[in-house]
């Protein structure tokens, strides 16, 4: 009888672990997923991306600001809408706030660096965080740039987008915390029996 008694507080135990690790997962807001780009015109501190350093402005040779191209995910229904970015920005760099912002979704530059200069061609790669419209904040989202020679009036075309993939550590440690739980109950149940110790 005390052998069934443990066994079924056990399984009520292990029930109410995978139920807490479910609830707390769902409470959690919405992460964004999806991928968006941008596209226009660019100010770089130097006459060649070959040599440049730093965006100095990000309007195209018409005064414009750069534009959504493409959009999925959360960020669908984007496409068309103008694109605020923060300047200066140095390629190789640390934070910079509200790196972008686009219809209620910014993002957060951690850092970044140069992948690939010269021949004409630029290659800017980061990462940051996107929050907005009600989502949960994003971590792991890329950013990636790219520029080229050839300037019109001392503006350089670009093309950008940012890539949000959502971690599911956060339900993986939590069903991790559950399942050991659950093999130290069993553990200690099975010890109180072999002493002869009542159970729980």
């Known amino acids: 009888m005390k ?16 139920s807490c690790a479910l ?13 968006i780009t941008f596209a226009g015109g660019v100010e770089l501190n130097q006459p060649s991306v070959n040599t440049a350093t730093k965006v100095t402005g990000w ?10 191209q493409s959009a999925s995910g959360s960020f669908a229904g984007l496409v068309g809408a103008t694109v605020t970015f923060a300047f200066p920005w140095s390629f190789n760099s640390g934070p910079i706030a509200a790196f972008w912002t686009v219809g209620g979704f910014t993002f957060n530059l951690i850092a ?6 010269g021949g004409g061609f630029l290659s800017v790669s980061g990462t940051g965080t996107v929050s907005g419209n009600g989502y ?12 080229q020679d050839d300037s019109s009036n001392g503006v350089f075309s670009f093309s950008g987008g940012s890539e949000a993939i ?14 050991a739980g659950i093999e130290g109950t069993r ?8 002493e002869g110790t009542p159970g729980l």
């Open 3 to 18: 052998n069934r008694s443990s066994k079924t507080i056990l399984v009520f135990l292990a029930l109410g672990l995978i």
């Open 112 to 117: 970044s660096n140069i992948v690939f200069q």
């Open 136 to 147: 949960a904040t994003t971590t792991g989202v890329t950013w990636s740039f790219t520029a």
């Open 187 to 194: 553990r200690k149940l099975k010890r109180q029996q072999k």
């Open 166 to 179: 959502p971690d599911g550590g956060a339900t993986v440690a939590l069903l991790g915390l559950a399942l």
């Open 59 to 68: 309007l195209d040779e018409n005064g414009d600001m750069p534009t959504v």
């Open 23 to 35: 609830c707390v997962q769902q409470a959690q807001a919405v992460p964004i997923t999806g991928a």
